[in-house]
């Protein structure tokens, strides 16, 4: 007999034992998966029932609906989970699912509980879904239209924060000279909030468009500078070296050795300015604009309408989750050839 | 027998005292900030007043400098606030215990949950609406179609002219845009021609008046005269007593006791101009000095009282509901009914 | 020069150039103070010629080549290439590291394209790159990324990428360092190959006595820092070479004693 063949019979319990083993193994995590998924749609019925069973404590003028709207998740997963039984793989799926949407059922059923039908937290700040929902009804087209001047303002601000940040990154990294005009400027400017510029973009600038679009470009540059220059700078030497001996000049070591190089590190950059920008909406919004979410958020709280400030910051959610996966998904086609390299 | 009872008595005296002990740590925070301290036998009822710089919020600053408050043993701390906007959510948070208040920036939050009442009328005037000059703007209804520059959007200012609007028949949510500038810019603002129209409050809105940048068009004190009492005539009032709600039904006789000291001290600003003006200035309660403080408090009306103040509150919630910043489903009435307290039948 | 040949089909093989180092002596600046690597290479290499440079670490060896391709400055002395003096790198003169040094965000075909794209002349499907990469056995691999390369295949990639240029000096920093016994076996024969078919003066630097012996015409020892030739040998054995031949143990021999190691 080889040794291989003896190693791996040592190794490797008979194919019989592993079935077994496997089986057990399955079934034991098997009723725990059940008992689990039964567990989270009991929750989600109960929501369901005490939403529109209970009496609500003051009058809530959608309560109806968020019945409806929990009773159809209830129902969507009771089918998902009878499916289950027989199709394995919608069965994997909810399974998989179960846990969070356990967790989510519990957190309706306390909300209502809480805020709906007793008022065990203070009003205006701790309101009930039935009054967001009431939001989102009675200002659908206002909140439209405050998406449209945000996501104007964000691809104007983030768009030319961004590129000249991306400019000024490979400018700093490449010329010792600009590097040393520049860099104190990074230093000091670079951590003052945009809030802080309010006042005196708004002076220096034509329009309160052009001092919000500043503000937001601002809050962009810093962290896309700041990461496009370290890429830069940490090209490995011998890349240039190498570029060297095969007759490339500068133009072409910029372009094609260092920017490409750096890529990775810019895009770090501009995952950060994006997240930044958003921060920065609410306070660039503050000045003489016409509608917006930050300009709604600011309106809504000033007369403490809490709903409506949730509902604003939901779609704020939303809308930030849509632009950071599209920024993934450039950055996967842009950078396909780290995929054998770096897992992100 | 006689030593079993002692344990027992022991025992229970510690758990006690455990318990207390165990309450007082837990029950700190905002919930114990809020609540008027009672300390040891004798010491007066604590309250917390809040106030954000205004030349209109005299009768608070001499409430606590010429001794109303004290008068009526009360142990007043003022508490200084960034903006009033900021009242509203201290006032919610428990960390004080009134504000003279605006009732149009309050107004909204209560209809949203915001627990106070509303106990009395304190004084009228100090939000402008002011228009360039050769703008075309002479009267409200002129605005239709314009663009109005405010401090903030949904603050007073705007709530007034808002309300004010809806009178005139004109949609203040669609027959007009309101655009927010830094108060500090409104002059610049003007110049530059990015609107011809602002709705602000003292000292800003005056000192466009003042150095002939802009003409008044209208204030919040306007309206006609709105309720004749015991012979005097006032028009609407701008800040109201608003009280935390918490107080009100916990100390309703403590909570009379401050209104009280207010509509007097109050009085007395009506009556000591100058010495107010002073005061206000000296003890740097506000950013002006001291002939542009007197200036402003003397285009104020100062007829406080708690009479009458019902109607006031509804009238308020009627032109709310009617510029569309109240919701449309609110009975005003109901709303009325909960907002305002006559406090002095509650806590006589 | 090698523009013009590149524009025309490749038919004969350019001929190799001369490289003269004349007094050679250089030093690295360091915070601590001057350190010296180099103390007077004299040197001059026949147009065509396979040459070795071996020698203990830190001996300089890499530094000679650096200088020669034009990467670095020398603090005393002068290199002249074919009769010019040196004074930056040019893609005739050609330089393969230890590390392949692909660009890992370019294909294989686009990394050997590296040179004509750096001079503007690179087309699409341009003959050059397909012929490199023939040349050294990767036809069929234009498409991969670095990452999916074995090292071997990494550093032929290298090589296609420096003949791609058709370089008249070719300058080899211990190319086959890093790779396994088996692997280093295969690529010295590809290396003989090619040197054999190019016509190209090569400039070998190694720390591999048997490789140097192997490849090279003449072998050039160096001693420790700060580095100045110790040994000049001609390797007058026909190729192939084969290791248990005396005279390339006798040849073996005399070099490691000029390194230090007697037997």
Redesign the interface.
């Known amino acids: 007999m080889s040794i291989s063949s003896i190693e791996s019979r040592a190794v490797t319990p008979s194919l019989g034992a592993r079935a077994a083993s496997t089986a057990l193994s399955e079934s034991r995590s098997g009723w725990l998966a059940t008992l689990l998924v039964s567990g989270a749609t009991a929750v989600w019925a109960a929501a369901t029932a005490v939403t529109l069973l209970v009496p609500d404590v003051r009058?809530l003028?959608t309560t109806a609906q968020i019945g409806a709207i929990t009773a159809l998740l209830t129902a969507l997963f009771a089918a998902g989970a009878l499916a289950g039984i027989a199709q394995p793989r919608v069965r994997a799926f909810v399974r998989a699912l179960a846990p969070w949407f356990l967790v989510l059922g519990i957190a309706a059923l306390a909300w209502q509980l809480i805020t709906a039908k007793h008022k065990l937290l203070?009003?205006?700040?701790f309101?009930p879904p039935q009054t967001i929902l009431d939001a989102f009804e009675?200002d659908w087209s206002l909140l439209l239209e405050s998406i449209f001047y945000s996501m104007r303002l964000l691809v104007l601000g983030v768009g030319l924060g961004a590129a000249t940040g991306f400019l000024t990154g490979i400018a700093m990294g490449w010329s010792k000279r600009a590097h040393y005009w520049i860099n104190p400027i990074l230093r000091t400017i670079g951590p003052i909030p945009a809030t802080a510029w309010?006042?005196l973009a708004?002076?220096l600038l034509?329009?309160?468009f052009g001092a919000s679009i500043f503000i937001l470009a601002l809050a962009t540059w810093f962290p896309v500078t700041f990461l496009t220059w370290a890429g830069v700078v940490s090209v490995?030497r011998?890349?240039y070296?190498?570029?060297?001996?095969?007759?490339?000049?500068d133009r072409?070591l910029v372009w094609?050795?260092a920017v490409?190089?750096a890529?990775p590190s810019v895009f770090v950059g501009l995952f950060m300015g994006l997240g930044n920008s958003f921060v920065t909406l609410l306070a660039a919004e503050?000045?003489?604009?016409?509608a917006g979410l930050g300009?709604y958020i600011?309106?809504?709280?000033?007369?403490?309408?809490?709903?409506k400030v949730y509902a604003a910051l939901a779609i704020i959610a939303a809308l930030f989750s849509g632009l950071i996966l599209l920024l993934f998904r450039v950055r996967d086609n842009v950078?396909s050839?780290?995929?054998?390299?770096v897992r992100w | 027998m006689e030593s079993v009872e002692r344990y027992t008595r022991k025992q229970f005296l510690r758990r006690s005292a455990l318990g207390i002990g165990a309450v007082a740590a837990a029950g700190g925070g905002a919930v114990a900030s809020s609540l008027p301290a009672f300390g040891a036998a004798g010491a007066r009822p604590q309250l917390k007043l809040g106030w954000a710089g205004g030349t209109c919020e005299a009768a608070t600053y001499v409430g606590h400098d010429v001794g109303f408050f004290e008068k009526e043993g009360l142990d007043v701390e003022l508490v200084r606030l960034a903006n009033s906007q900021a009242g509203i959510d201290a006032l919610g948070a428990g960390k004080i215990d009134a504000i003279g208040g605006v009732i149009y920036q309050y107004l909204k939050p209560f209809e949203q949950g915001l627990d106070v009442r509303f106990a009395a009328g304190l004084h009228g005037g100090c939000l402008r609406l002011v228009a360039k000059p050769n703008c075309g703007v002479h009267k409200l209804a002129d605005l239709k179609g314009r663009t109005v520059g405010v401090d903030a959007i949904g603050g007073g200012s705007m709530a007034f002219v808002s309300a004010l609007l809806s009178r005139e028949g004109v949609d203040p949510t669609t027959d007009v845009q309101w655009r927010a500038y830094p108060r500090a810019e409104f002059p610049t603002v003007l110049d530059r021609g990015d609107v011809e129209v602002i709705a602000a409050g003292d000292p800003f809105s005056y000192f466009l008046l003042r150095d002939g940048k802009a003409y008044e068009v209208a204030n919040n004190m306007q309206g006609g005269v709105y309720y004749t009492d015991r012979g005097i005539s006032h028009h609407h009032f701008c800040c109201f007593a608003v009280l935390r709600g918490g107080l009100v039904r916990d100390d309703p006789k403590t909570a009379a006791a401050l209104t009280r000291a207010w509509i007097k001290s109050s009085q007395y600003v009506g009556e000591h101009l100058d010495e107010t003006a002073r005061l206000e200035t000296d003890q740097k309660y506000v950013a002006v000095d001291a002939p542009t403080a007197k200036a402003l408090i003397s285009s104020y009306e100062w007829h406080p009282t708690a009479q009458g103040i019902y109607d006031e509150v509804l009238r308020a919630a009627v032109d709310f509901k009617a510029a569309k910043i109240l919701d449309p489903r609110t009975d005003v009435v109901d709303l009325a009914n909960r907002a305002y307290v006559d406090i002095f039948k509650l806590g006589a | 020069m090698v523009a013009a040949s590149a524009a025309q089909a490749i038919v004969s093989p350019p001929s190799g150039i001369g490289v003269a180092i004349q007094h050679l002596s250089h030093e690295f600046t360091l915070p601590s103070g001057p350190l010296p690597v180099l103390d007077d290479i004299d040197l001059t290499i026949e147009p065509g010629s396979f040459v070795a440079l071996l020698g203990p670490s830190g001996s300089g060896k890499s530094t000679i080549l650096r200088i020669v391709a034009g990467l670095d400055a020398p603090t005393h002395g002068a290199v002249v290439v074919d009769g010019s003096p040196v004074t930056g790198p040019d893609p005739s003169r050609a330089l393969v590291f230890q590390d392949p040094t692909l660009l890992p965000w370019r294909t294989v075909w686009r990394n050997v394209g590296l040179g004509p794209e750096a001079l503007g002349t690179l087309t699409r499907d341009d003959p050059r790159v397909a012929e490199a990469l023939e040349r050294v056995g990767l036809t069929g691999f234009a498409r991969a990324y670095p990452h999916q390369l074995s090292g071997g295949m990494a550093q032929r990639v290298a090589l296609a990428r420096a003949l791609v240029n058709e370089p008249a000096l070719f300058l080899l920093d211990e190319p086959l360092g890093k790779l396994d016994a088996l692997t280093r076996v295969v690529l010295q024969k590809e290396l003989l190959r090619l040197w054999e078919a190019g016509g190209f003066t090569a400039l070998l630097v190694t720390h591999d006595v048997d490789e140097a012996l192997t490849l090279s015409d003449r072998l050039i020892v160096l001693s420790e820092r700060p580095g100045r030739i110790v040994g000049d040998l001609q390797v007058d054995l026909a190729r192939p070479r084969r290791h248990d031949e005396p005279r390339f143990q006798e040849l073996r021999r005399t070099v490691l004693g000029l390194l230090g190691f007697d037997e």
């Open positions: 009058p003028y203070p009003l205006p700040y309101p009675s309010l006042p708004f002076v034509p329009t309160a490995s011998s890349y070296d190498v570029a060297r001996t095969l007759g490339a000049r072409f094609k050795v490409p190089a890529m503050m000045l003489g604009v016409k300009w600011t309106w809504a709280q000033g007369w403490a309408a809490y709903p950078l050839w780290q995929k054998g390299l």
